[in-house]
């Protein structure tokens, strides 16, 4: 007896990789984006047209701008958690190690502003408005990514802890997202370039501050947050 299951699971399968390349030419084309001109102000039908497709074809794959947001920060998250373990592996002291591991931060972040912007993005915004406006896959995907970054600092963290070297005020894990959080907004000083202080009280000032000086902060911040 004949049956057509095994064509009808050939379709299924190929119209599975037409939608999974299509949606991956909607990521690749937003990070395009990002790349060149930043995350301010794109919109869905930029990157449509980018893509050769309209602004439906893309709410087809996506549930709205954030989620396509988060899966493009996905990308940036990967490049920088080899960047953080490449870092990681040139040193063999814990401390020089974390003082590696938040130089690669920075330097990754300077280096793609774009990642910061859209890192913050998504920061910004309470968690329940992204758990209703981004699906359960993408959002795991996206929590992955995150975590494997600060995966690479916590056992940094815990390791410096066992051997002695470290005493951490918090959980290391704890520890890892604080940094993380304040670093990416150490970045935005980094980018921004400008320094307020008060030269008189109540008289404020405007100073430069360079992107290795912020470097130079962040990392010397990191070491006496766990060795003091």
């Excluded at 947001?69 to 020089?96: D, I, N, Q, W």
């Excluded at 290391?172 to 921004?192: F, I």
Aim: glycine content about 8%; proline content about 4%.
């Amino acid at each position: 007896m004949a049956t057509n299951a095994p064509a009808t699971d050939g379709r299924r399968k190929a119209a599975a990789a037409r939608r999974k390349a299509r949606q991956a030419d909607i990521i690749a084309a937003t990070r395009q984006i990002f790349d060149s001109k930043g995350v301010r102000d794109v919109q869905i039908e930029e990157i449509a047209t980018a893509v050769g497709i309209n602004r439906a074809i893309v709410y087809r794959h996506f549930t709205g701008k954030e989620e396509l947001f988060a899966l493009t920060l996905v990308g940036y998250l990967e490049e920088l958690r080899e960047a953080m373990l490449a870092a990681a592996g040139g040193a063999e002291a814990p401390r020089e190690q974390l003082e590696a591991i938040v130089g690669a931060f920075v330097d990754y972040g300077v280096a793609h502003p774009a990642f910061v912007d859209c890192a913050q993005a998504l920061m910004v915004r309470p968690g329940e408005e992204l758990l209703l406006e981004i699906a359960e896959g993408p959002l795991f995907k996206l929590g992955r990514g995150i975590t494997s970054c600060l995966a690479v600092l916590s056992q940094t963290l815990a390791d410096g802890v066992a051997k002695g070297a470290f005493n951490l005020p918090d959980d290391p894990d704890l520890l890892a997202n604080a940094l993380y959080a304040s670093g990416l907004g150490a970045l935005s000083l980094a980018r921004l370039g400008i320094l307020v202080s008060e030269v008189a009280p109540g008289i404020p000032t405007v100073g430069q501050i360079s992107p290795a000086q912020v470097r130079s902060y962040l990392v010397r911040s990191a070491v006496a947050l766990v060795t003091a």
